[in-house]
Nanobody, 114 residues
Framework: QVQLVESGGALVQPGGSLRLSCAAS????????MNWYRQAPGKERELVAN???????YYAESVKGRFTISRDNAKNTVYLQMNSLKPEDTAVYYC????????WGQGTQVTVSS
């Protein structure tokens, strides 16, 4: 069965950096696009970044130039490198993959605060 497990969330000061990881299993990882979403308290879940099977990427305007999505097909893992973090980046971050349907991980909390 498809499983997505995020890790790497933490409390970080404004201007700091974090790298999130999402380990995938149960499907042929290299063939599928992977997404990072986030959901802040009281807000809808929003797409942060996407990487397709060829390595092409998409970023939300709010994170462009600060976040980098990447994938390691040998490790079945997708990453989100987050630099210059701001308090408004505080959210639960989820990875997802549309295999037969959209699958989601359990999420990892990122808190940006001094």
């Amino acid at each position: 069965q498809v499983q997505l497990v995020e890790s790497g969330g933490a409390l970080v000061q404004p201007g700091g950096s974090l790298r999130l990881s999402c380990a995938a299993s149960g499907f042929t990882f290299r063939n599928y696009a992977m997404n990072w979403y986030r959901q802040a308290p009281g807000k809808e879940r929003e797409l942060v970044a996407n990487i397709n099977s060829s390595g092409g990427t998409y970023y939300a305007e709010s994170v462009k130039g600060r976040f980098t999505i990447s994938r390691d097909n040998a490790k079945n893992t997708v990453y989100l490198q987050m630099n210059s973090l701001k308090p408004e980046d505080t959210a639960v971050y989820y990875c997802s993959a549309r295999v037969s349907r959209e699958y989601w991980g359990q999420g990892t909390q990122v808190t940006v605060s001094s």
